[in-house]
């Protein structure tokens, strides 16, 4: 017994000794980073102090400090930025959903702006930015070598005054300009309307309005038709939807889920980890949904598309999304200034992580670019029918409900065919909707 409480006792001093001689060199090693840290750091404050005093001109200290602060949160990724007191007020502004601009979303790609999406009705989108352009100058100024803020800030400007933006856009032969004139944005978070018997939610953004403005559009466009019986199913519109606020994201999906999770978000140290569920209680008991998405579909508006896709709620319909998997947290500074910093990424309910990815529909569909407007257009010959024939037979088998159910049955052909023509990729979301509901058993 003895011996082997002194084998013990060997064995813990042992354990001591040897632990003791690994975490020397560790501690060695730590102290010889903070040291290099704060070489760094004094090398930092002499080209500081030399900027100040030798430079061709006087600079002001606080703008000096402001664009290292920057410089040092930009060079971690696209979407960590310094924001001065003014554009911490502009941000803070846009998730209440109404502020002063041109309307598009933006980001860096290879030192120029590239545009996410333009906002639904926005001077941007009436002058026809579109998701994926690339902005090189701006009032004959080149972007290149600026910083996104400072790309931005070029772009701000007095509502009602022009602006002139020079765009790259793939399948053009050259640059070209787009004069725009600034106004103020209005964002409805949200637009409902039925096309057919087809409830269509057209989501813009998602800002501090976006579920309450869902769930009201949703309540009243059930009413219009009579009741919820009488619809079809919902197409959910996330096309040139930048994103927004995680927290309405996880709003809406769970307005269409009844349990499971929606979204896990996983930062640099694993306890930092979250997962958010659904609730019970779907708004559309249980209704058929398209959602629609394409490149311009980003952040925010994945988590939704995501978290349907895997749970198998939702067909998702269009072309690739964007890919910006990651989460901003907002941080007050002091002096009232923020700092954006990407502090976690997040990832749908089967643990797939959709940065520089972007989530791939179950039905690609390209919505087609429209033809330029000619002055006589040839449609080609018309279709004839037998009804149409001088002296055909009536339908003596018909009665007048039936003939009545007809003629509406065409109009709707007749209203499918034109919204074809104006949105491809919804005519083909709700004709998709249409063929579950026929295939649907009767209740």
Excluded: C, W
Aim: no cysteine; net charge negative.
């Amino acid at each position: 017994m003895k011996k082997f409480l002194m084998a013990a006792a060997a064995g813990t001093l042992a354990g001591v000794v040897v632990t003791t001689q690994v975490a020397a060199p560790l501690l060695a090693q730590e102290a010889t980073k903070n040291v290099n840290v704060y070489e760094q750091l004094d090398l930092f404050g002499d080209i500081f102090e030399r900027i100040r005093s030798q430079y061709v001109e006087e600079v002001d200290a606080a703008d000096l400090i402001e664009a290292a602060i920057n410089g040092m949160l930009t060079s971690l990724d696209p979407h960590s930025s310094y924001m001065s007191p003014d554009d911490a007020d502009d941000m803070r502004v846009q998730t209440r959903g109404e502020f002063g601009g041109l309307g598009i979303e933006v980001t860096q790609e290879e030192g120029f702006v590239k545009v996410v999406s333009p906002i639904d009705g926005t001077p941007a989108d009436n002058a026809g930015v579109e998701a994926g352009d690339f902005i090189t100058h701006v009032d004959g100024e080149s972007v290149l070598g600026l910083t996104l803020d400072e790309a931005v800030d070029l772009m701000r400007g007095p509502v009602g005054s022009e602006i002139v933006i020079t765009i790259a856009r793939e399948g053009e032969t050259k640059p070209f300009d787009v004069s725009i004139i600034r106004d103020t944005i209005k964002l409805t978070a949200v637009r409902a309307r039925t096309e057919r018997n087809t409830v269509v939610l057209r989501v813009t953004t998602f800002n501090d309005q976006t579920f309450k403005n869902l769930e009201n559009g949703l309540a009243e466009q059930f009413e219009a038709a009579g009741g919820a019986e009488n619809v079809s199913g919902i197409v959910l519109d996330l096309r040139n939807n930048p994103g927004g606020l995680l927290t309405q994201a996880i709003k809406v999906t769970d307005a269409f889920l009844e349990k499971g999770e929606i979204v896990s978000t996983r930062g640099r140290n694993p306890e930092d980890g979250e997962r958010f569920n659904a609730t019970p209680g779907d708004l559309t008991d249980g209704k058929p949904i398209v959602v629609l998405i394409n490149g311009g579909s980003a952040s925010a508006s994945e988590i939704v598309t995501g978290a349907l896709q895997d749970h198998r709620r939702a067909i998702v319909v269009g072309t690739k999304s964007f890919g910006k998997g990651s989460v901003q947290t907002v941080m007050p500074l002091r002096g009232d200034g923020a700092m954006r910093l990407t502090t976690a990424r997040y990832y749908t309910p089967s643990g797939r992580s959709i940065q520089a990815l972007g989530i791939s529909p179950d039905i690609v569909v390209e919505q087609p670019r429209r033809a330029p407007e000619t002055e006589e257009e040839d449609n080609g010959p018309t279709s004839r029918f037998e009804a149409d024939l001088r002296g055909s037979l009536d339908n003596d088998s018909l009665s007048e409900d039936e003939i009545r159910q007809i003629e509406e049955e065409r109009a709707h052909a007749d209203e499918t065919a034109k919204l074809r023509e104006e949105d491809y990729q919804l005519a083909y979301a709700i004709d998709i909707l249409t063929g579950l509901t026929a295939l649907a058993p009767e209740k």
